[in-house]
Structures are given as C-alpha cells and as structure tokens.
C-alpha cells in the first residue's frame, strides 16, 4: 500500500530554537558558505519569525518552520519542469528533485508560492578535512542545480532496506524519521503517514486548528500547521495583510 | 589543382555541416553533461560501516546526552539521546552541528607563544617556573568534573586558587549559599513540578539549562494553552524568543528586576497571600512601580497572579539577591517545586584568593573564550580553538568534543543529581593536551583523570543509591562492579540520583538584602566554545531566527 | 588598405553603394567593444557560475529573462512579415521581408545564447529533449524556439548565398535559388512554431497558480497570457520592423522602403494593438474580479508596492497600448512619419513594459503573507552580457546589410527568378 | 523524448506533443534535404547554367539591361525581362520589324557584318562545316589586352548560352567570358589565333532563330557606341580622358595602361557578371 507522508507542525509549540535547521542542514550535507548570503543559501528548512505587526506590549511572536509542503494536487514544481526533474513518488507522495537531472533553469523556484525552493548559486565547499563529517547516503548536489527538502529520503531509503534486510514489505515508521523531526525539543513537528487514518498526524490534520498555508490556491500541502493563536491562524490564506514579516 | 578562396567556402561550408551532422559533437555533450554531475572537486561522503555510539555534549555544563552517528571512524552526525533524564533526547542548535567543530579552521593544532609559534616543552618549562616562582590560579568553567579536582589539588598544592567561574543558572542561586549553608553547586531549581514559573529575564526557552529540560516541561505543559498548568511569566525589558512564547509577559526599565521583585514581595506580604516568612522589601510599592516602569496595580495584579497557581518560583538571570528574596518570601526555598537541595554538600575547599596575586593562570578549556582574568599574571590559556583576540601569554591546543575523556556531573541549576561520562570517539590530533593532561604530566604524582573517574564510580557504586539510565535503566544495586558502571557510563549511560528531599533544606533570611540593579550576565548562553559550528554561523546568516554572535569565526 | 577597401568592394553588389571600409569599420568599433564586453561578463558566469549574477532564490528569473522574453516578442515581425508575404500573399511587404528574417536570426539567437549562460548548467540543456515533461509551457518553449531558430537560420542562408562572391560558386547559387523556391513552406513552418512559443512564453507565467499575480485562467491547457502574448508580440513585430528600417534610412541616409510600407505596417501594427488591448483590458478586469479572488488574494494589494503599481497599470495599457494603437490606425497620424515612428516606438515600449511586470514584478510580489516585497538590482555582469547580444546584433545586421541583398530594389520583385 | 528513455510516458500529451514536435523537424529537414537534392540535380543536368545567369541577370544593374531594339532605337525605352535570351522573346517579331535609327558616327573600333556579337563582348561566325568560330570582340580585347593566363575548356566539353565560354585572369582579376551559345566544344584557339572556340551548336545554326539572340549589322555599332560611353565614364581619369572623349582610338591594353580604374567594376559590366 501506498504511503503519503506528510507533517503537522504545531507553530504554538515552536520556540524558534532552529534545531531543524542546523539539523536538516547536517543530515542533508549542506554546505556552510560563507559568502552565501540569507537571500542565496541553501536552507531546505527554514524557520521564519513573524509577529503580530505590533510595536507595543501586545506584540506577539510566532515561528514558522518553512520546508517543501510536499503539494498533492497540481503540485506546481513538477508540472513546470521541463525535463522532469521534479516527480510525486507514487509510493511516498514525496516530491522528488532529481539534482542529476535538473539543468537549473528556476522555474520550478518560479512556480514555488512557498519559496521553499534553493538554487545552488556555488559550487559545494566545506573547510579542509570537514569532508570526513558529511553524512552518508546523502550525495551532495553540484553548482547550478535546484534543490529542496525530501523528507529526509537518505533516511527512507536506509528504512527500507533495513526492512527488505528483514524480509519486511512496509517499513517501521520508527526507522524513518527526518531529522527536523527528530531534533524539535518540544515535539512541535510531528511527522507520519496521511493515508493512514490511525495514524495520529493524519488524525491532527483534521483539528479544527490545523491549517495549510496559501490553501485557497489548492495545492493542497501534505505539510499542515496548527495553532490556538488566531492571529497565526491568518497565515492560512495570503489575505493575512496584518501579519508582517519579524 | 591550384586552392583558390571558392574552394576554402566549400570546404568551410561542407566540414561544419558535415561535423553537426556526425555524432561527435552530440556524444561529447553527453559525456560533458555527465561530467558535470560528479566533478572531480565534489566532496563525496565517506563510505563504510555506519555505527551509532552514546555519549555526553562537553561543550557546555549542561552535557547533553549525544546520540553520535559514526561512519568510516569519524562522526558524521549527532542527535539527542532519548534516555538522558535531563537533556530528554534534545541538544542545542549548535550541538546538532558540534561533530563539524573538529574540523573548524580556527582548531588550534599547535602550542603558540604570544602569537608566536612555540612548543610543548617550552610551554611546560614556563609553567613550571611561574609555579616556582608564584602561586597559580587556575580557572574551571565546568566546576565538579575529574579534571576540576585535578585542578582542585594542583592549586592547593601551590597555595594557589582555584577558580570556578558560574554561568547565570548557578549564579541564580549563590544567594541562598549565605542563607541555606548550602554551596549553590548543591541547589537546584526543582522546575518540573512548579506551576507558576516568573522569570526574571531568564532566557528559559532560548539556552537556558539543559535545552531539552524546560522546553520539554513547557511543551507539554504550556504550549498554547490559554490556562495551561505550567504558568510562564516572563519579565524582560525587551521581546525575547521566551517572551514571546510567555504565558504573560512583563516589560520592565532595564535593570530593575530587583526593583520589581521588591514590589512584588511587598504586595504578598500587605496583601497577605503569603504566610510572612520573611523581611519587608526596603522598597514601596510605588517605588517599585516608578522604578520598574510599570503601575502599582500592574505589580499588584501580577503578585496576585504568582501565587494563583503554585508551587511558584523566581528566577533570576544573574545572581540577585532581590528575586532570590523574593522567592523565600514566596516560601519557593526548600519546598517541592522551588528551590531545592538536589545532593549532600561535599566538601570542597574552593579557595578566595585573589587571581590579581597570583605569578601565572591557567584557563582551562571549558572557559568561554570571552573570559580574561584580571591579572598580570602569565597566562596559560587552554583551548580546542582559536575564539579571536585575547590575552593570554600561552595558547595552548586542547582535544575537541568526542576526543577527550570527561565525566560530566550534575547540570547547573537541575533539581536531581546526574553523573555521566564522554569517552573519546576519535583521536585527538597530535600535539593536544588537556590542561588535566598537562598538568599531570607535571606533577606524576597527583591522581590523572581516568583514576578518579574510576574512583568516583566506585564512590557511586557503595552509595548503593540512584539509576544508570541507558537503553534500560539499571538500579546501581544491580550493578557488580566499578569497572561495569564506569563500561556503562562510558558506553553513553547515564546515572541519577535519588529525588530530592525538599524539606531538608532550611533557609533563614534575617533582612531584605539591600537593592542593587540587575547586571547583564557575563554568560548570555550556555555555550562555552569560542567558536560556533560552521552550520550555526550558516543559521545566523541564513535566516532571520538569531542575531548573529560576535564570537563567531567564519 | 587600398588593396582591401578593393577586395571588401567586390563583396558589396554592384548596383549598391556603400560608405568607405574604414568609415565601415569605425562604424563598427563601438559595438564590437560591447560584444567584447559581453563574452567577457557571459564567460564569467559559465566559468564561475550564476552566483556571478544578482539574481537569488526569491528572484530565480531577472534581468535576463526579461529582456530575451522581450526581444523574442520584438523579433516576431519575422515570422509574421513572412506569414503576411508567403501565406496571406501580400506582396506588397516583400521589401522588408529579408531585413524582417535578418532581424528575426539576431534576435532569436540573441536570446538563444543568453538562456545559455542562464541556466545552471547549459551543458545538460539538451536533456529538455531526452525527458521532456510535456505539461511544461518551458518544454514547448524549448522546441518551438529551437525549430525555429533552425528555421530563421534556412530562410537567413538564401540572403547569404546571394552575396556577390559567394554566387559566384554555382552550386551556392543554385542552392540559393532551390531554397528560396521553399522558403514558404519554412514560413509556413515559422509561422506555426512562432504562434506556439510567443503563446508558451506567455503561459510560461499564466500557469502559475503559486503566483496569484501572474496566474490567469484560460482555455484548455492554455493560460489566457498565452493568447495575449502571442497579440502582442505580433502587434510589436512590424513596428519593431518599422523602427529599425527607419534607424537604418537614417544611419545609411538612404531611402530604402517605399512609404505605404511603413504605413501598411503601421496600419496591421495598429490593428492588432487595438486588439491586443481590448483583450488585455477585459483579462485584467476577470483577473481582478474572479481569478484573484478566487486564489484569496485582495488583487489591489498588489498594485500598494512602490515603484510598481496602478500607474504602471495604466502606463502599460493605455498610454503604451490604446494610444499608439490609435496613432497608428488613424491615418492623419499614421501618414505622417514622425507620428507614425513615435507610435511604434510607444508599442514596442508597451510590450517591454508587459514582459517586465510578467517576469520581474511578479517575482518581485509576495505570496507568503509574511513575505516581503523584494527588490533586485541585475549586476554588471548581467547587464554586460545582454550588452553583448546587442552588439552582435548590431554587427550582425550591419554586416548584412553592407555586402547582402536586405532590401530588395525598389524596381519591381527582383527578390527571386522562376525558371521559364 | 523516446520509449526507452527513463521517465517516458505513454500519455495523449506526449504523444500529440512529440509527433507535433517530430513533424516540424521532419519537414524542416525534408526542406533541407529537397533543396539540397534539386541542387545536386541542377548541377548534373545543363539548366546549372542558365539558372545562374538568370540570377546573375535579375542582380545587373540597370543600365545594363537595356533591350537590343531600344539600342538600335527601335523603341523608346524597355528593359530587357528575358535575360538576353530574345529566342524565348515573344516580342521579339514586332520590335524587330519597327524601322532602326540612322547610321551612328563611326567608332574606332572595328566590327564585321558578318560576325554575330553577344552582350557579354564575344563574337561568333558560322563556318562552312557548321561549326562556330567563337572569339573576344575588339573592345574586350583592348581592355585585356593579352591575358595572363587562360582557362579553355575542354575538347568535347559542353557550353550553355550566358555559361562560361572560358576564363581569363589578368592583373590578378577573374575574367568569365559568357558562352555566346550553346554547343561541344571542337577545337580552341587563344589570343594569338585571333579566335577562341571552335563550336559545333546544339541548333542548326541555319534556322534563324538559333542566333537570333545574338546581335548584328547596324545593332552591333549602336550598343558599342554605349559600350564605349560606359566605359568613358567608369574609366574618367586624366590620362584617358582625351582618348575617349570623342570616342578615338581606343589604346591598346588599358588594364595596363590604366591600372588605377575600378577593372572589378568595368570588368563585370563588360562580362555580364553580376
């Protein structure tokens, strides 16, 4: 059976810590240049800090881990590409990005309304010796092609053949957890399989709390978010105008 | 046949057709193309077994349970150790990049004399005269390791002192030494089992303790709750992440946290929401409000709040004496959910001498990089990295992270008593020394690290009390041997102690310590290494999440 | 130099007269400087890659794309002059019709050479061919522009082969005359390719549902941009032809094209500006008040950021639209020359304007609530290298012009003999 | 792009785009391939020839393309639109019954009755054996003078009307001498024979339309004398202005005798090149 993994992240529950970044960024061998810039780096998962747009005491603040929402339905990135470099695995619902296929054109950057899409605008470098600190199963992507979050791939893909290993068709879903996931310390991204009706997220995305960014334009992300804040809760559809940027 | 121009054109002409048309042109694309996907100078992972090793964070006091994934012998990433009691499976942004750190280009690999290059021997040979010459002061920034009683009795040896410089969470609770008779390395705050917690610009949320220990506390207790059972009152003069994420939150003048904490005991006590326990504050409460910036009633209507819901406890973000006052009169010392006495006292003989006096210092490594001793002294400064400009005579290159042995006691400020050891997974590079390592080297007769680690397991083993937690949690009890708890400990386990007895602590408060404004804590943050990990300065840069730090090296 | 002004006079036909070598190649200096420029920016960025560029991951498309969207849809009056000449048989724009392919080649392969160096890695652009995704507009794009730049470069050989040396090689000559004898059939062709890639490039940002701005509804898999731009390109082409023909009268101060050309030409420019316009309107007006709405967006927020705005709206269809379009059709205007080229001017400007707002502006929007409006400066390097395309346009039509038959003698159709 | 490549689909999109895509190709390289082939077949067949005079006729400037009865001044004005070719001229019978100019005034050039004269400066006489003597009429010859070197045709070979009779280079200048008619070449001469070719016609040469393309009698001093005008004014310069100025003898050898001239320009008025 297929699976359509997916995420529900509790936005009251994020303190901004970026743990998920710093994580993601090491699981993904992302490089750290120091002349990329917060406009040219690569950040797959990206925490952003927004407010309620007050100056006074009644600011408020939230945080808003932003990586690839995984689209289902006219998932911009894969119908814009031309030489289909970008594919919705059938079995996972993952939106794949093929970098060895991508010929960096941007348009699928273009299409993103999450701006969860990375160029590699250098050449992958890190300082002598820090080679040794990259982690397997994860290839690093060249100069000049597009990137993004895949849900920690290198980690189904060591799930799955730990269970072919085990003479196992479905995975343990202990085995697969990415690594945003597995650093949050306070449990706000939770990750599971959708399809699954008794998994706990799939149930999470029905909570009257739970939301999608930009929903109206029918994307329909597999990554939800949810918040008791209404404020927060603005963010589902763009008309949000009170929200500002922290 | 003469060649004349019209030839050249048919020529011309007929080779570029012909080339295009041939498939040379289109096979060299394909092989470039394919080039282009693996140049020869894209570093590629390392192959090999993969391995997943337990250890301790040493990067700061809290040492954080470290899950090490390892391939071809070298740390290819880190994650939190779940069974730790403390860190609860959670690490710092900066800890999910450290393994990167042992490759930092500001590691120093050499010994370095006043910027100059120099030698071990040399280093040695200075040390040992400025010892015969003066006493030394030697400053610990992780004060209970093995290392510090290595330093302990070198500088008893020396008549010397031996210095061990807090971060804000001990230093939140040297107040109460003078009242309780209890060394603050003692005390805990007993957080999980408050239900009101006023942080007086504490950063609770943002590297303050054990990352995984209030954030875990606070998620699930607190997170978007509208009354939720843990109550985080947080009081800053400017938004903070903790601030923000505050059940209430209080902005007040800078520097009058004191001020605002005398108000607030003053209307616990006229208002009588306390049995009086203590002094009145010297301060009125329309003093208090002038001086914090907020109104009488706002102070008022605060009071009221903390003890709507208790337990409740103060805490402060240096070490004054006011909030620390302020929780006696709220009857937060020595009760369940307040502060509390975590372990026996054991006697230490932490001398006062004056570093100004001494004829050299030696900083150990789990010194922040911004700490300089105010001395003339020669300075002998230990370090994995080189933090920038300082002043120190002596550089000298320590093992990293996961390349030296440490144990790691009790976290600063945590309510239960824990003990763990990080052995080294790699090899250290050639020609590092731990200052434990150096100055056994010179006195071969004091106890070198590895002995007392040894000793003290064996201390924990007849103290028949407390829990190895690992994989399985084993009761000490259970536990035959030394060597078996320290393989246990080493292997990433972690001890624990019993739960504290509240009740044994006895606190006397005779009057109101006098008032002094709240000084910015010399330790912002837990993180004692001079350098960051090259994916957190990336964070800083990359996102708008954290200001960046001036002590990064890019 | 008196031996070579003599060879470069036997390249030059007879029965034209042209200025002096060396005036020629001082002509000539400036440009090849730029060119020169160009290659020099456009192999930095091949060399050290895009990071050579301003362009970032909020603005993954700028200058470049702007501006080759932009000379792709001035460059249109080739295929339509051909379509025009060959389909619809009118004679009477076959003057301008070897200038019209000229221009066409230097634009097309302008472009061409640009998306070059904008792609990340131009040595896998070929991969578009090899696993085409056929639901992208890029896809078509791709196809379309190659075929038929293929095509442009068939109908440039004939003008070629028709310089006085090279006829003097009998197999040029005939292959010339064979070639020319199909040149309607690559009109034909050129025709077809051109409507499909000036519509793609339009659908290229009408497709996009992720940006509310530029993302239109349309028939079948057609984005209704995909209409416009096609409208406006072939609006833009003749006066596009109209301005350079009438630059080269007055660089060479000869008379080249008889004047009820440029009349015809402003008339169809004309026409189908007006068109263009009225289609343009009533799609900003559903976008406005269905499409927008529709995605949850208030349309007007996005008219708020400054520079862009309702202005830019109004500059874009009204003063750049409906009134060059009237200029051009009323014939007290159009039979004036100075009105007439000034309108041209303002529609060519019109479509510049189209193109910047659908590539630049809307990248420049925010679609996250808590986005912010971008701004983004192009570097040198990119301004260089489109410099260059520029340059190599100019020498490329100076060059033909000077030694091939680009406007055919005013004497009746002389363009091509029929065999008995 | 193909069923075997990763990532192929068999959807209707694929389908309708890639056969849409491949029949574009295919008739662009169709076009290629036809052009490139009717040329090769040219090229075999004779018509090589006289497609490129056509061409090379449609490029003459104007000046160049007089009709012969506007010469003789039978007609007012009227541009030839038959390349020369007056057996293909429908008119052809009604100009030439229209009654001729008077005698022009004598020319220093020598010209014969009995020799045919074509456009491009050459001169043909019938033989008794039915050949045609081919030769460089008086004015070519003046302003060549004696060619450096010369490029006959071979015996046998065959020449088309306005197709290369043979090549002279002189002074570093490509002469083509146009073909007067066509025909086999039987025999060649040179310079010093006062003749070039030998030709045995295609046509029999008695049938008046064979050479009624060519011109002769009174015809022959009219277009001179235009000749002779043209090159006065594409070869005014000092020294040969008194020559000509009253149509005098013309010197012998001008390549030489005035190097300095435009010969690129005089040379392809004389021979007809474009």
Not at chain 2, 272 to 300: C, F, H, N, Y
Not at chain 2, 410 to 433: K, W
Request: proline share 7%.
């Amino acid at each position: 059976m297929s699976a359509r993994y997916g995420m529900v992240i509790d936005l009251d529950r994020c303190t901004g810590c970026g743990s998920c970044m710093v994580a993601c960024a090491s699981e993904n061998n992302v490089p750290s240049l120091p002349q990329a810039s917060d406009r040219t780096g690569l950040t797959p998962m990206l925490v952003r800090r927004i407010s309620n747009g007050k100056q006074d005491e009644s600011r408020r603040e939230a945080f808003v881990p932003i990586l690839c929402m995984q689209c289902e339905h006219e998932t911009p990135c894969v119908s814009v590409c031309p030489q289909q470099a970008v594919e919705v695995d059938k079995a996972t619902g993952i939106v794949m990005q093929m970098p060895q296929r991508c010929l960096g054109c941007r348009y699928c950057m273009t299409a993103c309304p999450y701006h969860a899409r990375y160029f590699n605008w250098w050449d992958p470098a890190w300082p002598a010796g820090m080679e040794k600190s990259l982690s397997p199963g994860v290839a690093v992507r060249m100069r000049g092609v597009v990137e993004k979050c895949n849900l920690c791939h290198g980690r189904l893909h060591s799930a799955q053949e730990k269970a072919a290993g085990a003479g196992k068709r479905e995975i343990d879903p202990a085995d697969y957890v990415p690594a945003c996931v597995e650093a949050c310390p306070t449990g706000a991204i939770r990750f599971g399989n959708l399809a699954d009706d008794n998994d706990p997220v799939s149930q999470e995305t029905h909570s009257p709390e739970a939301f999608r960014l930009l929903a109206r334009i029918g994307t329909e992300p597999k990554v939800f978010y949810k918040s008791k804040e209404p404020w927060v809760r603005a963010l589902a559809d763009g008309s949000g105008a009170e929200v500002k940027r922290g | 046949m003469k060649v004349t121009r019209r030839d050249w054109l048919v020529w011309g002409a007929g080779a570029t057709a012909g080339v295009v048309l041939s498939p040379v042109p289109w096979k060299l694309l394909g092989d470039t193309s394919i080039w282009t996907q693996n140049w020869p100078w894209i570093p590629q992972p390392a192959r090999g077994p993969l391995e997943v090793k337990a250890s301790a964070c040493t990067l700061c006091p809290n040492g954080c349970g470290l899950r090490v994934r390892m391939a071809g012998g070298w740390p290819v990433g880190l994650a939190g150790l779940r069974s730790h009691p403390v860190s609860q499976g959670a690490l710092c942004p900066l800890g999910f990049g450290a393994h990167q750190l042992i490759w930092h280009p500001a590691r120093l690999r050499a010994v370095r004399h006043r910027g100059g290059a120099s030698s071990w021997d040399e280093a040695r040979a200075a040390f040992v005269k400025a010892c015969s010459e003066g006493p030394v002061g030697i400053v610990d920034g992780f004060p209970g390791r093995a290392a510090s009683s290595v330093f302990e009795s070198f500088a008893q040896k020396r008549n010397g002192a031996y210095r061990a410089v807090l971060g804000p969470e001990s230093q939140a609770l040297t107040p109460y030494e003078a009242w309780t008779r209890v060394p603050a390395r003692n005390l805990g705050f007993d957080l999980e089992n408050a239900r009101t917690i006023v942080s007086f610009g504490a950063p609770l949320l943002d590297g303050w303790g054990t990352p995984g220990r209030f954030s875990h506390l606070w998620a699930e207790r607190a997170a978007g709750q509208s009354d939720p059972q843990l109550r985080l009152i947080h009081v800053e003069t400017s938004l903070s992440t903790t601030g923000s994420r505050a059940w209430r939150r209080i902005v007040i003048r800078p520097g009058s946290e004191a001020a605002l904490a005398s108000g607030i005991a003053r209307v616990l006590i006229e208002d009588k929401l306390v049995p009086a326990r203590g002094p009145m504050p010297l301060l009125t409460l329309s003093q208090a409000a002038e001086q914090s910036g907020i109104s009488a009633d706002a102070i008022r209507e605060l009071a009221h709040t903390m003890v709507a819901s208790q337990p409740v406890i103060a805490i402060a973000n240096d070490d004054n004496p006011a909030i620390a006052a302020l929780n006696v009169i709220l009857g937060a010392v020595g009760s369940r959910g307040g502060i509390v006495q975590r372990s026996k006292p054991k006697h230490s003989t932490i001398s006062t001498a004056d570093l100004r006096d001494m004829r050299a210092v030696l900083i150990d490594s789990s010194m922040p990089w911004e700490f300089v001793p105010e001395t003339r002294a020669e300075v002998f400064r230990f370090a994995a990295w080189d933090g920038g400009p300082t002043r120190a005579d002596w550089l000298l290159p320590t093992p990293a992270l996961l390349e030296d042995l440490t144990d790691m006691p009790t976290a600063p400020a945590s309510a239960i008593e824990t003990y763990a050891i990080a052995a080294p997974l790699v090899a250290p590079p050639t020609g590092t020394l731990s200052a434990a390592q150096f100055l056994a080297e010179i006195d071969p007769a004091a106890a070198p690290v590895e002995k007392i680690i040894r000793a003290r397991c064996d201390e924990l083993l007849r103290g028949r009390a407390g829990t190895v937690h690992a994989q399985e949690s084993t009761p000490v009890t259970n536990i035959a041997t030394a060597e078996k708890l320290e393989e246990q400990l080493r292997n990433g386990g972690v001890w624990v102690g019993e739960p504290p007895r509240a009740a044994a602590l006895r606190c006397d408060l005779k009057e109101w310590p006098a008032e002094r404004p709240s000084k910015p804590s010399a330790r912002s943050s837990a993180w004692a290494a001079p350098v960051l990990p090259p994916l957190a300065t990336k964070l800083y840069e990359e996102s708008n999440l954290l200001q960046p730090v001036p002590r990064r090296n890019s | 130099m008196a031996s070579a002004a003599l060879a470069d006079r036997r390249w030059i036909a007879r029965s034209e007269e042209r200025s002096s070598l060396g005036r020629f190649l001082l002509w000539l200096a400036p440009w090849a400087l730029l060119l020169a420029a160009g290659v020099y920016a456009g192999g930095l960025c091949l060399w050290f890659g895009l990071n050579q560029t301003n362009m970032d991951n909020r603005f993954a498309f700028g200058l470049w794309i702007f501006l080759d969207l932009s000379i792709i849809a001035l460059g249109a009056g080739a295929f339509f002059t051909g379509f025009l000449v060959y389909i619809l048989k009118r004679a009477e724009l076959k003057p301008i019709l070897n200038t019209a392919v000229v221009v066409g080649f230097i634009c097309y392969s302008g472009a061409v050479t640009i998306l070059g160096i904008d792609v990340g890695q131009p040595l896998r652009s070929w991969f578009t061919f090899w696993h085409p995704n056929t639901h992208s507009m890029l896809t078509e794009v791709t196809f379309c522009i190659t075929c038929y730049l293929a095509v442009l470069s068939l109908e440039y050989v004939p003008i070629l082969l028709r310089n006085r040396e090279l006829r003097k090689l009998p197999s040029f000559l005939i292959f010339e005359h064979q070639l020319h004898k199909l040149v309607p059939v690559l009109a034909a062709v050129g025709t077809f390719l051109s409507f499909f890639h000036q519509g793609s490039l339009g659908g290229l940002y009408g497709v996009l549902r992720g940006r509310p701005f530029a993302f239109r509804e349309g028939f079948l898999i057609w984005p209704s941009t995909f209409f416009l731009f096609i409208l406006s390109a072939i609006a833009a082409g003749p006066s596009f032809l109209m301005l350079i023909t009438a630059a080269v009268e007055k660089v060479t101060g000869k008379h080249l094209v008889a004047e009820d050309v440029y009349r015809r030409l402003g008339l169809i420019s004309g026409t189908l500006l007006g068109v263009y316009v009225a289609a343009k309107s009533i799609d900003t007006l559903i976008w406005l008040n269905v499409t927008s709405a529709a995605a949850g967006v208030a349309p007007w927020r996005y008219y708020e950021y400054k520079p862009f705005g309702t202005p830019l709206l109004f500059i874009e269809i009204v003063l750049l639209g409906l009134l060059p379009a009237f200029l051009l059709t009323f014939r007290k205007t159009a039979s004036r020359r100075g009105w007439l080229l000034s309108a041209a001017a303002l529609a060519c400007g019109g479509v510049l304007i189209n193109r910047f707002v659908m590539t630049v502006q809307t990248l420049a929007l925010p679609t996250l609530p808590f986005d912010e409006f971008l701004t983004y400066t192009p570097s040198w390097q990119e301004v260089a290298s489109f410099g260059g395309v520029i340059g190599y346009g100019v020498i490329l039509y100076s060059l033909s012009y000077r030694y091939l038959p680009l406007f055919a003698k005013p004497k009746g159709d002389q363009s091509h003999v029929s065999l008995g | 792009m193909f069923p075997w490549v990763d990532g192929f689909h068999w959807t209707f999109g694929h389908i309708l785009f890639l056969s849409l895509f491949f029949a574009v190709v295919l008739v662009i390289t169709a076009t290629l391939i036809s052009a490139v082939n009717r040329t090769v077949k040219n090229l075999r067949t004779q018509s090589a020839a006289e497609l490129c005079w056509k061409s090379d006729f449609t490029e003459l400037p104007d000046t160049e393309r007089h009709c012969r009865h506007e010469i003789a001044g039978r007609v007012a004005s009227r541009m030839c639109d038959n390349a020369f070719d007056c057996r293909r001229c429908a008119k052809y019978a009604d100009f030439a019954a229209l009654p001729a100019a008077g005698m022009a005034h004598d020319l220093g050039l020598k010209y014969s009755n009995d020799r045919f004269y074509h456009r491009g400066h050459t001169w043909l006489q019938p033989n008794e054996d039915g050949t045609l003597t081919v030769g460089l009429d008086e004015l070519a010859e003046h302003l060549v003078g004696k060619p450096d070197s010369i490029r006959m045709p071979a015996i046998g070979e065959r020449i088309e009307t306005n197709g290369t009779a043979w090549r002279m280079t002189k002074n570093g200048n490509e002469i083509r001498v146009r073909a007067p008619i066509e025909g086999e070449v039987v025999e060649t001469g040179g310079p010093a024979s006062g003749w070039y070719l030998k030709i045995r016609p295609q046509l029999d040469p008695a049938d008046p339309v064979t050479l009624r393309h060519l011109l002769r009698g009174a015809e022959v001093r009219w277009w001179l004398s235009r000749e002779l005008e043209r090159l006065q004014l594409q070869l005014r310069t000092p020294n040969t202005a008194p020559s000509l100025a009253d149509g005098g003898v013309l010197v012998n050898d001008m390549m030489d005798a005035i190097p300095e001239a435009d010969w690129n320009n005089v040379l392809a008025s004389t021979f007809l090149e474009a």
